[in-house]
């Protein structure tokens, strides 16, 4: 071997063993630090030893979590009743001869947003009929008298129309109440979250000025911390999003189901009382 062979081999060696002691130097030093409290596997003793700014913004981001959570669990469980409700409704609706035995059945069967709108229909056809009939006394003695009983008719069927579409609104509101705390969680709590992170990287900052040394264990708590904020952040964001968006879907197919309802009970009452 050469001289040139053997000073190129000594360089070689010369840069792969310090390079793997550096290695294995990191990996006993990681296995030191892993037994120490400050590195914090345990999430609540690192929570504990947190900064004031830290717990609150933890604390902040619990709420708006278990807020949102109560809200998706009461959701679900209403629109699955409404939807048991409205099957119900249609069924007992397209069944009858009557408008009266709809009217019947339509307090078992309140969580559907279909009773409301025909509620209203109902009653502004109703009241349009009394009108009629007490505007009209001379087609009452007939009848009274062996005659034949007139058809009843409506004034106004626009005015029935307003009636289902003031109902419909009433009943889209009711559906999404609650609902929008969801995007407000969604858009808001990973800021707040990025304030907690930002918060950690500044007291790991402030962590090394103080000590004068960028070892690990004086980094790690802040940015344990940081992390921390961030976890707790996407954890209530996440679930806000994915459930504000079914959500607002569902809401969308029962409001389609409302306008299918009042083009329905429009044209019943188109050719029963004009």
């Known amino acids: 071997m050469t001289a040139l062979s053997q000073r190129r081999a000594h360089d070689v060696a010369g840069v792969v063993l310090p390079t793997l002691g550096y290695y294995l130097a990191l990996q006993v030093q990681g296995a030191a630090g892993a037994s120490e409290p400050v590195f914090g596997r345990d999430v609540v003793g690192l929570i504990a ?82 009108q009629a009939a007490s505007g009209n006394p001379a087609a009452s003695s007939a009848a009274g008298a062996g005659g034949a009983q007139p058809r009843p008719t409506i004034k106004s069927l626009p005015a029935v129309d307003r009636a289902l579409l003031r109902a419909a609104a009433v009943e889209v509101n009711r559906l999404e109440r609650r609902v929008p705390f969801l995007a407000t969680t969604a858009s808001i709590t990973p800021f707040i979250g990025l304030f907690g992170t930002v918060w950690g990287i500044m007291s790991a900052f402030q962590g090394i000025a103080q000590v004068g040394s960028t070892n690990l264990a004086v980094v790690a708590p802040g940015i344990a911390e940081a992390l921390i904020a961030t976890a707790a952040g996407l954890f209530a964001a996440i679930p806000a999003v994915y459930f504000y968006n079914l959500f607002a879907t569902r809401v969308k197919l029962f409001a389609s189901e409302m306008d299918d309802f009042a083009l329905e009970f429009l044209n019943i009452a188109e050719r029963n009382f004009t």
């Open 49 to 130: 030893r947190s900064s004031g700014v830290s717990k609150v913004v933890l604390l902040i981001l619990v709420l708006f979590s278990v807020v949102s959570w109560a809200i998706i669990l009461y959701k679900l469980w209403s629109f699955r009743r409404a939807e048991r409700h409205t099957a119900s409704f249609l069924d007992v609706f397209r069944r009858s001869s009557k408008f009266s035995e709809v009217q019947a059945v339509c307090r078992g069967l309140n969580a559907s947003p279909l009773v409301g709108i025909f509620q209203s229909g109902y009653t502004e056809l109703t009241v349009q009929l009394r």
